[in-house]
């Protein structure tokens, strides 16, 4: 039957509404519990309440020895004597050029700045030479691999790690927001979750009819929905509450606080989104977004360049999303991390290649910030891996296991990191 053809003479009916394609654009999540991809949303729990975990994947290889540079190591310097940053108190180099000193060690590369004073207030925590047991230095693999929650890509949950998280702290309440895709394409950590939706936008979110009937529709669904007690009645009366808050949410109206200017990037109009959704109230529990183009084979330069615009989006994304949430930041741990690093030496393409170990930031209020957390091997050729790399000395799932268990309130880290006993770094304050 047409469109056309149902909307003359339709007397909806549940199935009717998830056979015609006129209702909701999550209409599924009626009928079978939805969810969404790169925005996880879940009612909170009000006598318990938890954080809201941000992560941002940099999906290419994220070069940490030129992010967060261990400039006291000569190696570095003779590594890469056309892509190094020159240490803090360099004199010959001009202060745009220099790197910004944050142990005594090691320095951020310029662009990072704008995270320098939240590094300095305590709420942002570095991690270095950390990662997977990955050593493919295949971006599909070692992607996979990490996105699932695995040592390395092989036998283990076809599941991601944030999709078994939202698994293990479902509740029958959750809302049919629980989770959401900004854009077309499911991230691996969230492969296997239900209620799952891929958006472009916070306003793809809405009832999906010809607006000459649209308010017949959204009448007609109220009266469907309102009498009924089971589940999926259940579900049709928190979609359409949730429909009618988002009603009010225009993403494009919306004013940071505080003077936050968010990048009009992929990356910054996503935290901007995030922020959004996170003053609405509606229950945000995760928010999982991604950031390519760190795969810097060529021209990845040492100030300018490739790298340094890339670090300058990720920077001012996340700066201005800390200082548009505030004080609500308190509530909020922000997750940022890659597949792998980078090769210590450069390349003939003014660039570096595959490498091992990288950095991960992690930030917000409950964070213990202000310090590099590392067991750093070296970069000296005897101290590199068996192929000349900097050794992982952190398991990543240390750092993601300790979030969820300390700030998530998740008692079942073991079956979100499966045959893995995560070992305790100190990096974020349990919720009481």
């Not at 988002?246 to 109009?269: E, F, M, N, V």
């Not at 995760?286 to 890339?310: E, F, N, P």
């Not at 990720?314 to 700066?319: D, E, G, I, R, Y």
């Given at each position: 039957?047409?469109?056309?053809?149902?909307?003359?003479?339709?007397?909806?009916?549940?199935?009717?509404?998830?056979?015609?394609?006129?209702?909701?654009?999550?209409?599924?999540?009626?009928?079978?519990?939805?969810?969404?991809?790169?925005?996880a949303i879940s009612r909170e729990n009000k006598d318990k309440p938890h954080d809201i975990l941000v992560t941002i994947f940099l999906r290419g290889g994220a070069d940490g020895l030129?992010?967060?540079?261990?400039?006291?190591?000569?190696?570095?310097?003779?590594?890469?004597?056309?892509?190094?940053?020159?240490?803090?108190?360099?004199?010959?180099?001009?202060?745009?050029?220099?790197?910004?000193?944050?142990?005594?060690?090691?320095?951020?590369?310029?662009?990072?700045?704008?995270?320098?004073?939240?590094?300095?207030?305590?709420?942002?925590?570095?991690?270095?030479?950390?990662?997977?047991?990955?050593?493919?230095?295949?971006?599909?693999?070692?992607?996979?691999?990490?996105?699932?929650?695995?040592?390395?890509?092989?036998?283990?949950?076809?599941?991601?790690?944030?999709?078994?998280?939202?698994?293990?702290?479902?509740?029958?309440?959750?809302?049919?927001?629980?989770?959401?895709?900004?854009?077309?394409?499911?991230?691996?950590?969230?492969?296997?979750?239900?209620?799952?939706?891929?958006?472009?936008?916070?306003?793809?979110?809405?009832?999906?009819?010809?607006?000459?009937?649209?308010?017949?529709?959204?009448?007609?669904?109220?009266?469907?929905?309102?009498?009924?007690?089971?589940?999926?009645?259940?579900?049709?009366?928190?979609?359409?509450?949730?429909?009618?808050?988002?009603?009010?949410?225009?993403?494009?109206?919306?004013?940071?606080?505080?003077?936050?200017?968010?990048?009009?990037?992929?990356?910054?109009?996503?935290?901007?989104?995030?922020?959004?959704?996170?003053?609405?109230?509606?229950?945000?529990?995760?928010?999982?977004?991604?950031?390519?183009?760190?795969?810097?084979?060529?021209?990845?330069?040492?100030?300018?360049?490739?790298?340094?615009?890339?670090?300058?989006?990720?920077?001012?994304?996340?700066?201005?999303?800390?200082?548009d949430l505030g004080v609500e930041m308190s509530r909020v741990t922000v997750v940022v991390m890659t597949e792998f690093g980078r090769r210590v030496a450069e390349n003939s393409g003014?660039?570096?290649?595959?490498?091992?170990?990288?950095?991960?930031?992690?930030?917000?209020?409950?964070?213990?910030?202000?310090?590099?957390?590392?067991?750093?091997?070296?970069?000296?050729?005897?101290?590199?891996?068996?192929?000349?790399?900097?050794?992982?000395?952190?398991?990543?799932?240390?750092?993601?296991?300790?979030?969820?268990?300390?700030?998530?309130?998740?008692?079942?880290?073991?079956?979100?990191?499966?045959?893995?006993?995560?070992?305790?770094?100190?990096?974020?304050?349990?919720?009481?």
């Amino acid at each position: 039957m047409k469109q056309a053809e149902v909307a003359r003479s339709w007397r909806p009916s549940r199935r009717s509404l998830l056979t015609t394609g006129l209702g909701l654009s999550l209409a599924s999540w009626a009928g079978q519990r939805s969810a969404l991809a790169d925005l996880a949303i879940s009612r909170e729990n009000k006598d318990k309440p938890h954080d809201i975990l941000v992560t941002i994947f940099l999906r290419g290889g994220a070069d940490g020895l030129n992010s967060v540079v261990p400039y006291m190591e000569d190696a570095y310097y003779r590594g890469r004597p056309n892509l190094s940053i020159a240490p803090p108190k360099d004199p010959r180099a001009n202060t745009s050029a220099k790197l910004l000193d944050l142990n005594g060690f090691f320095g951020f590369h310029p662009a990072l700045a704008p995270l320098l004073p939240i590094y300095r207030e305590g709420q942002l925590a570095i991690l270095h030479a950390c990662g997977s047991h990955d050593t493919t230095r295949s971006h599909f693999e070692a992607m996979a691999a990490v996105e699932r929650g695995l040592a390395a890509q092989g036998p283990g949950p076809a599941s991601g790690w944030i999709a078994r998280h939202l698994a293990t702290t479902e509740r029958t309440d959750d809302s049919p927001l629980r989770a959401v895709a900004f854009g077309g394409t499911l991230p691996d950590s969230l492969r296997g979750a239900t209620n799952t939706v891929a958006l472009e936008s916070i306003t793809d979110f809405e009832l999906q009819a010809p607006k000459e009937k649209l308010q017949h529709y959204q009448d007609a669904l109220s009266a469907l929905y309102k009498p009924g007690k089971d589940e999926v009645f259940h579900a049709g009366q928190e979609t359409l509450a949730v429909l009618d808050s988002l009603r009010k949410i225009d993403p494009a109206q919306y004013k940071p606080s505080q003077g936050a200017q968010y990048p009009d990037t992929d990356l910054g109009r996503g935290m901007r989104q995030t922020a959004c959704l996170i003053r609405a109230n509606l229950g945000l529990e995760v928010a999982a977004l991604d950031r390519g183009g760190w795969d810097t084979h060529y021209a990845q330069g040492s100030t300018v360049g490739i790298l340094s615009l890339s670090l300058d989006d990720l920077a001012k994304s996340v700066a201005a999303f800390h200082r548009d949430l505030g004080v609500e930041m308190s509530r909020v741990t922000v997750v940022v991390m890659t597949e792998f690093g980078r090769r210590v030496a450069e390349n003939s393409g003014l660039g570096t290649d595959h490498g091992r170990a990288s950095f991960m930031f992690l930030l917000g209020g409950g964070t213990h910030g202000g310090q590099v957390y590392t067991k750093w091997p070296g970069i000296e050729p005897h101290q590199l891996d068996e192929t000349g790399d900097l050794k992982v000395t952190t398991d990543y799932r240390d750092v993601l296991a300790e979030v969820l268990s300390h700030r998530m309130r998740n008692d079942k880290t073991s079956e979100v990191f499966v045959n893995y006993s995560p070992q305790p770094m100190g990096l974020v304050t349990a919720l009481k």
